[in-house]
């Protein structure tokens, strides 16, 4: 191993440490830490903070336990026994015009930030809405979540069209991308983009070191694919764990995150938030498509997916190529998480949250073809349109197995996908 590569993989090992520590300070600590806890959230409606706003906090008696005033920006904070509580902000004391629709309960936990979020407006009653409309909102929304899971999946395409690796891990990828960003956001104060921003560059270092320090390793004592594939789903599940032991399995509400109000035209409806995640999806992924076809790393990286020995003959480096899918398999992973944080999830943070979504990720690049990146894209926005639409017919909360439907039936149907080749064998 020359200098360089002790050097690089010393700094990886610095970095890997520097966030498991992050992750170990900001881990949940037993009730015994404290008697008392610290709650805190900001109030905002339809992007404007809301100042002098009294919150307060009252015991399962309805006794109070606590109570403090918005600041300037709608942010407060204060005190209260660790348990069950309810918190609510005090009517006479909001702008006119503006109400909040409901009381929040939450059990406050020791040893970690409680975040409240209080949600603004006059409660909607239900109405009758035409079919047509529902069917036109709920492709929206389809729309929204299919570019979500296309930017966490594409990576995971990418990976296996350049290593031929499945790699189970990476749901939990796209779940350290989320909880980076809580950690970022809720326990170190940083804004909530500014936090993205680092989490996604930890999801790139995370991507690196997954490479560097186990599968490339790997290559080199020429493991087989069904061993590697062992191997994923081991390293999946002790992440997963790592994440639980670590993060704590409630869930978790990012500060910095401002629910918007519902934009409507005509049969149209989004909410600026989902008009924000639709935005960077599609920057992003157009971006990635530049890149792919525009750049020399970019051919390099379909030539490997090509053909791997064609490539290292033609003088591509593939190991340095791999090095780079990876890395971008991580940051897109990071970034897919904090998008489906904001938009699918309202604002909180789950440990789970990626394991949830690789199934609808092994769906679209399945449906579009293992290991293109553009048949990823299609697939996904395809399996996010169906997964959003099925609930006109199913309970909402069963849409997901709608993507298992998805990949069961394209295995039998067509199971190269709809950009991938048939395999000749023989």
């Known amino acids: 191993m020359d200098s360089g590569t002790r050097r690089r993989l010393h700094a ?57 005033t918005s600041d300037d920006s709608g942010r407060w904070r204060f005190e209260v026994p660790v348990g069950p509580h ?15 629709q409901s009381s929040v309960t939450r ?45 966490a999946g594409v990576g995971l395409s990418m990976i296996f069209g350049v290593t031929g690796l499945t790699n189970f891990a990476h749901g939990e990828l796209v779940t350290l991308g989320a909880v980076f960003t809580w950690i970022l956001n809720a326990t170190f104060g940083l804004p909530l983009a500014a936090a993205a921003l680092l989490a996604i560059v930890a999801g790139v270092g995370v991507g690196w070191l997954n490479n560097a320090g186990l599968w490339r390793p790997l290559r080199k004592r020429r493991v087989g694919l069904i061993p590697a594939l062992v191997v994923s789903i081991g390293l999946a599940i002790a992440l997963r764990y790592l994440i639980l032991m670590l993060f704590g399995d409630r869930t978790e509400a990012l500060p910095g995150y401002s629910p918007s109000a519902q934009r ?85 943070v789950q440990w789970e949250m990626g394991f949830k979504l690789l199934l609808l990720m092994f769906a679209g690049i399945t449906l579009g073809g293992l290991g293109t990146a553009y048949g990823a894209l299609i697939g996904c926005v ?45």
């Open 382 to 426: 395809i399996v996010g349109l169906l997964v959003q639409l099925s609930t006109l017919f199913i309970n909402p909360d069963l849409k997901y197995v709608g993507g298992l439907l998805i990949l069961i039936f394209i295995l039998i149907v067509r199971p190269q996908g709809i950009l991938g080749s048939r395999e000749r064998v023989g």
């Open 107 to 151: 059990t406050v936990t020791a040893g970690r930030t409680n975040t409240v979020v209080f949600t603004f407006g006059e409660v909607r009653t239900t109405t009758s809405v035409p079919l047509y409309e529902r069917v036109i909102r709920l492709a929206i929304d389809g729309l929204r979540f299919g570019l979500v899971i296309a930017v």
């Open 264 to 348: 409507t035209w005509g049969p149209l409806a989004i909410t600026d938030i989902n008009l924000i995640v639709i935005a960077i999806s599609l920057v992003v992924l157009i971006a990635l498509a530049v890149m792919l076809q525009k750049t020399r790393i970019g051919k390099a990286m379909r030539a490997v997916a090509d053909n791997k020995d064609l490539a290292s003959s033609s003088g591509i480096n593939v190991e340095r190529v791999i090095t780079y899918v990876w890395c971008l398999g991580g940051g897109l992973a990071a970034l897919g998480g904090i998008l489906l944080a904001v938009s699918e999830l309202g604002g909180r």
């Open 86 to 100: 309810v918190f609510e902000v005090d009517p006479d004391t909001l702008p006119d015009g503006v109400s909040v």
């Open 12 to 68: 990886a090992l610095l970095l890997f440490a520097a966030l498991f520590l992050t992750l170990l300070v900001a881990g949940p600590a037993s009730a015994d830490d404290g008697d008392t806890a610290t709650v805190s959230g900001r109030l905002v409606n339809a992007g404007t903070p809301v100042a002098g706003a009294t919150v307060r906090a009252s015991d399962p008696d309805g006794a109070e336990v606590g109570s403090t």
